[in-house]
């Protein structure tokens, strides 16, 4: 999808300094996503151990794209 980054749950903690650039202040919101969901609830659980505030779990990709059409890429 436009705009997202690719950065696989079991590399959030290797890659925080990454995380930080992309996100800035660690209220702003995040939205984590994967196949099916399982993999989004883990990297929302890393994230939030690290300081962000207002993660949310997106679920599989499949369903955050139905869901929102306008994010798909072009």
Do not use: S, W
């Not at 995380?19 to 399982?38: E, Q, R, T």
């Amino acid at each position: 999808m436009k705009g997202d980054h690719h950065i696989p749950f079991d590399a959030l903690d290797a890659r925080a300094a990454e995380v930080a650039a992309l996100v800035g202040d660690k209220g702003h919101d995040v939205v984590v996503y994967c196949g099916a969901g399982v993999r989004a609830q883990r990297a929302k659980e890393v994230l939030e151990r690290q300081g962000y505030t207002h993660v949310q779990n997106g679920g599989g990709y499949e369903a955050i794209v139905a869901a929102l059409p306008a994010l798909k890429a072009p």
